[in-house]
C-alpha cells in the first residue's frame, strides 16, 4: 500500500483485521480529537478521492468521518464511549493519597459529571447527526464504487451499542459495501 502525503504519520497495520484488498487499515498511535479533521482537510487539498477514515478508541466508542464531493462529515459510534476515552474522570483521592468519602467525594463526582458532559456536548457539537452522518457515508460509499445498503440501515449502525464498538465498525462497512472477510 502506498501512503499519500495527508496520510504521512499513518502506517500499514501488519494485521488489517478482516479488510480485504483493496482496502487497507492503517493506524496512527498519537492520534487526537482534531487530527481527523486536518486529515480530511488536507486529503481534499491533496487528493481529493472519497476518503473513510474511522478512529476506535479503547473498543468503547469510534470517530466515523467520510470525505467525499459533499465534503467532510463526522460522527460518532457511541459517543460517550469515546468520550471517555477522552476524559476518564477523577481519581477519587485526596493530595495524600488517601480515599475521598463524604461530601468531597461527592463534589469531585458532580465535578467529573460536569466536565464529562462538557466534554460530550463539544463532541456533539464537532459532528453531525446520525440522519446526516449516514447520508454522507453511503454518498462515499457510492462515489467510491460499492453497493451500499439503504441510509436507514446505516443510521441503525451509528446508533448501535455493542460490547465492542469493534463489532459495530465491522457491521458498518459491510454495510457500506466494504469487502470484510
Not at 13 to 20: H, K, L
Not at 92 to 99: I, W
Not at 133 to 138: K, V
Request: proline content about 5%; overall charge negative; glycine content about 8%.
Amino acid at each position: 500500500m502506498t501512503v499519500s502525503p495527508p496520510l504521512l504519520d499513518w502506517s500499514p497495520t501488519e494485521d488489517a483485521g478482516n479488510v480485504r484488498t483493496p482496502w487497507g487499515v492503517l493506524e496512527c498511535p498519537d492520534i487526537d480529537l482534531h487530527a481527523s479533521a486536518e486529515l480530511a482537510d488536507r486529503w481534499a487539498t491533496a487528493d481529493g478521492s472519497p476518503l473513510l477514515l474511522i478512529g476506535v478508541f479503547d473498543s468503547d466508542g469510534a470517530e466515523v468521518v467520510s470525505f467525499g464531493s459533499t465534503g467532510a462529515v463526522r460522527t460518532f459510534i457511541d459517543l460517550e464511549g469515546y468520550a471517555s476515552s477522552i476524559f476518564p474522570g477523577y481519581a477519587p483521592f485526596d493530595d495524600e493519597g488517601n480515599m475521598l468519602e463524604g461530601a468531597a467525594r461527592e463534589e469531585l463526582e458532580k465535578e467529573s459529571e460536569l466536565e464529562f458532559n462538557r466534554v460530550c456536548a463539544m463532541l456533539r457539537d464537532h459532528s453531525s447527526t446520525a440522519t446526516v452522518a449516514a447520508a454522507a457515508l453511503r454518498d462515499w460509499a457510492l462515489e467510491s464504487g460499492l453497493a451500499a445498503e439503504p441510509v436507514e440501515r446505516i443510521k441503525e449502525l451509528l446508533g448501535r451499542r455493542d460490547l465492542f464498538v469493534e463489532d459495530t465498525v465491522w457491521a458498518l462497512l459491510a454495510s457500506l459495501g466494504v469487502r470484510t472477510s
